[in-house]
Structure formats: structure tokens, C-alpha cells
């Protein structure tokens, strides 16, 4: 059963903690890519990865950081650094850099 | 793509009526654009996509038109079934997706039963 999956579905944490949101995807994909989505607005780039051992920022990428040591895997760490990091996460991965991407089912992190 | 503040654009039909939601993109350039269909606390599902050099495509129960004259695309949902309410936002890139997609902020569709 191929797909992407993204782990915990919610996710509660006091403020100044750093916590890692999971993605996992088994669709041999190279590219994979880190959303965060806001009420009411469009889609925003935190960070995507072309291929293993290489990741480069978004358009959001402050307070936020990744790593890409396996194919398959593409986890994203939301820092005491990011100022407003309550948001939905959304994780997608593509045949390569320049193709259709695909979403996991998301994680909802709340500080408080 | 369209940025529409905290509250998105709301639109109700009937069970068993068409519905059409828009949108207007913003780059001249952008030559891929997807549909994609989110309901409420998942993630964004792949519906249909179109190229530039086509001005209609059909799916199964759906249609994509694109007008690049006045850059509007529309997405045609025939018999809307409750099973298709959710939030519809169309993303638009200069190539055939990647990270240059840009995304729109979303239409949200009820279905009255």
C-alpha cells in the first residue's frame, strides 16, 4: 500500500520546546517537500529536498530546520525559534523537482 | 493564486447540481495547473490537472477549463454528492509542478443533501 505518511496527527507542545514532525513516503519518490498551512491562506514552503543528502529552504524556512538521510524519509523540526509555529503541517513528495506533488494526511501542532 | 484573508469563499449547491468553482492565478508564465481537494483536517487530494496548451480536460465527474487570455481556470464538479464537500484550491507552476508550485487559498464547497 504505497503512500505518504505523516506522524503524530496532532501534536501538543509547551512553548521553547523543539519537536520533530515525521514523513515518511514509500512511493520511491526523489523530491520531497515541507507546507505549512494557515486558515484562510495558501500553501506555504518551509522547506523541499531534491534528492537525498540535499535539502534547500522555502519561503518560510526561519525557525525551522530538516534532513534528508534517507530516500523514504524527510523530517521537519519546528524550533523555539519559530515565533508562531501553531499550524497545520503538510508534507509532499514528487516523482522529481519539477513533477506533481502528493500529500500525507498532515500534523496539527499546537503550542502552548 | 488567490489570497483571500482568513475567510475563504464559500460556495453551496444542491445534491445533484453542477457546481463550477474559479480561480484566478497570477503568473503570465505559468504553464501546469493541478486541482486539488482538501477535506476537513487531511490532507490535499490530487483531482485533475491541465496543461497550458489545452483549454479543457476532463475526469470522472470533473472538468477543468482554462482561460489563459484572462488567466482563470474553473473547475466543474457534475452531480455534486455530499462526499464532495471540502475545501477546492488550484495551484499553478511555471513547469509541471515541483517546488515552484504556488497555491491558492481555496474555495469551500457544501453540498446540501
Known amino acids: 500500500d504505497g503512500g505518504i505518511t505523516q506522524s503524530p496527527k496532532y501534536l501538543f507542545r509547551k512553548e521553547g520546546q523543539n519537536v520533530t514532525l515525521s514523513c515518511e513516503q514509500n512511493?520511491?519518490?526523489?523530491?520531497m517537500y515541507w507546507y505549512r498551512q494557515d486558515p484562510g491562506q495558501g500553501l506555504r514552503l518551509i522547506y523541499y529536498?531534491?534528492?537525498?543528502?540535499?535539502?534547500q529552504k522555502g519561503d518560510i524556512a526561519e525557525g525551522y530546520s530538516v534532513s534528508r538521510e534517507k530516500k523514504e524519509s524527510f523530517p521537519l523540526t519546528v524550533t523555539s525559534a519559530q515565533k508562531n509555529p501553531t499550524a497545520f503541517y503538510l508534507c509532499?513528495?514528487?516523482?522529481?523537482?519539477?513533477?506533481?506533488?502528493?500529500f500525507g494526511p498532515g500534523t496539527r501542532l499546537t503550542v502552548l | 493564486g488567490e489570497s483571500v484573508g482568513l475567510h475563504l469563499p464559500t460556495l453551496s449547491v444542491q445534491e445533484g447540481d453542477n457546481s463550477i468553482i474559479n480561480c484566478a492565478y497570477s503568473?503570465?508564465?505559468?504553464?501546469?495547473f493541478i486541482w486539488y481537494k482538501q477535506e476537513s483536517g487531511k490532507g490535499p487530494q490530487f483531482i485533475i490537472d491541465?496543461?497550458?496548451?489545452?483549454d479543457k480536460r476532463q475526469g470522472q465527474r470533473v472538468t477543468v477549463l482554462l482561460n489563459k487570455t484572462v488567466k482563470h481556470l474553473s473547475l466543474q464538479i457534475a452531480a455534486t454528492q455530499p462526499g464532495d464537500s471540502a475545501v477546492y484550491f488550484c495551484?499553478?507552476?511555471?513547469?509541471?509542478?515541483?517546488?515552484?508550485?504556488?497555491f491558492g487559498a481555496g474555495t469551500r464547497l457544501f453540498v446540501k443533501a
Open positions: 509532499a513528495s514528487s516523482i522529481d523537482i519539477a513533477d506533481t506533488q502528493y
Open positions: 512511493l520511491n519518490h526523489d523530491a
Open positions: 529536498s531534491q534528492i537525498v543528502n540535499d535539502f
Open positions: 503568473n503570465s508564465a505559468s504553464d501546469y
Open positions: 491541465i496543461r497550458s496548451n489545452m
Open positions: 495551484a499553478e507552476s511555471p513547469n509541471t509542478g515541483g517546488f515552484k508550485t504556488i
